[in-house]
Every structure is written in structure tokens, then in C-alpha cells.
């Protein structure tokens, strides 16, 4: 089988990215950083970090300091697939802090422009539940949010 592993375009932060990263999730490390050999374009200079692959909980992803060519967007983000509030929140914060960006329904930036959705199981089971009134009910209070908050989920899913 054929491995997948994204590998992002960062200016130069690829390095403090990809620490953050492994500094948030749990089973994550660092596996490799290497460096620019000679002159390169977009700014790589020979000695300053090129590549840094890591790992989040089993996920390898390599990291490309590569100038300021291309930008992360929404158009690609990571999905945090949480149980619970205490999950939703500690990644909430840890992921907006020092100059991330809420967006609207569980989405984020980070501060390195990398966009995450902190997702609960219990939106999903909510928003898929074959009541579809209660169902309708809990994503309409979904659109309304930025960090998903699952007590008003519920109520809303239960029509209170």
C-alpha cells in the first residue's frame, strides 16, 4: 500500500510548526530536520532548516521551509477528531494562542496560517442522527459558533 503523507509549505517557520505541533498532540515527535546544502530559491540559504518531518499521533507530515511563494489556506486543513469538551477546548487553546485565528464552526488558523477543524464526535453523531428535525436543530447552532461548544449543541439538538 502507497503511505500519504502531507507535506506543507511553510516561509520559515517549518521548524517552530512542526515543535508546536508535537508539543500539542499526544505520540508526536520530531523524526528528522534537514538543511539546505547551497543557495536555493525562495530564500534557502545553506546551514538554515529546509525539511522537518514529524509525526502527530502516527500521522507522518513533512514541513518545507520554502520562502514566500505559497500560503497555507483554508482549502486544506487537519481534522482533530475529539471526545468531549476538555479535548475540543485544549486544542482550541493551544492551537490558537500566541496569534491564531478562530473561524466559524470548529474551524482555526494557527499562528504559522495552517487551518485545523476541532471536531467532537458528538457534533458528528448529532448533525448525522436520523432525527432529522434534531439534527437540523444542532447544525444550525453549529453555524453560529466559532469553538464548538457541545452543551448547546445538545440543547439545541434536544429543541431546548
Given at each position: 500500500?502507497?503511505?500519504?503523507?502531507?507535506?506543507?509549505?511553510?516561509?520559515?517557520?517549518?521548524?517552530?510548526?512542526?515543535?508546536?505541533?508535537?508539543?500539542?498532540?499526544?505520540?508526536?515527535?520530531?523524526?528528522?530536520?534537514?538543511?539546505y546544502?547551497?543557495?536555493a530559491?525562495?530564500?534557502?540559504?545553506?546551514?538554515k532548516?529546509?525539511?522537518?518531518?514529524?509525526?502527530?499521533?502516527?500521522?507522518?507530515?513533512?514541513?518545507?521551509?520554502?520562502?514566500?511563494?505559497f500560503?497555507?489556506?483554508?482549502?486544506?486543513?487537519?481534522?482533530?477528531?475529539?471526545?468531549?469538551?476538555?479535548?475540543?477546548?485544549?486544542?482550541?487553546?493551544?492551537?490558537?494562542?500566541?496569534?491564531?485565528?478562530?473561524?466559524?464552526?470548529?474551524?482555526l488558523k494557527?499562528?504559522?496560517?495552517?487551518?485545523?477543524?476541532?471536531?467532537?464526535?458528538?457534533?458528528?453523531?448529532?448533525?448525522?442522527?436520523?432525527?432529522?428535525?434534531a439534527?437540523?436543530?444542532?447544525f444550525?447552532?453549529?453555524?453560529?459558533?466559532?469553538?464548538?461548544?457541545?452543551?448547546?449543541?445538545?440543547?439545541?439538538?434536544?429543541?431546548?
Amino acid at each position: 500500500m502507497p503511505k500519504i503523507t502531507p507535506f506543507l509549505w511553510f516561509d520559515t517557520e517549518a521548524e517552530q510548526a512542526a515543535n508546536l505541533y508535537v508539543s500539542v498532540f499526544p505520540n508526536s515527535r520530531i523524526h528528522d530536520v534537514s538543511y539546505y546544502p547551497g543557495e536555493a530559491p525562495g530564500g534557502g540559504k545553506p546551514g538554515k532548516v529546509m525539511t522537518v518531518t514529524f509525526e502527530l499521533d502516527g500521522q507522518k507530515i513533512v514541513a518545507l521551509n520554502a520562502g514566500p511563494t505559497f500560503k497555507l489556506d483554508e482549502a486544506f486543513s487537519f481534522v482533530i477528531d475529539c471526545d468531549g469538551q476538555d479535548e475540543v477546548d485544549h486544542y482550541w487553546n493551544a492551537l490558537t494562542a500566541d496569534g491564531g485565528a478562530e473561524s466559524q464552526c470548529g474551524w482555526l488558523k494557527d499562528r504559522f496560517g495552517l487551518s485545523w477543524q476541532v471536531t467532537p464526535r458528538q457534533l458528528i453523531e448529532m448533525t448525522t442522527s436520523p432525527d432529522r428535525a434534531a439534527a437540523g436543530r444542532a447544525f444550525q447552532a453549529m453555524m453560529g459558533m466559532k469553538k464548538i461548544d457541545i452543551a448547546a449543541l445538545k440543547a439545541a439538538y434536544e429543541g431546548a
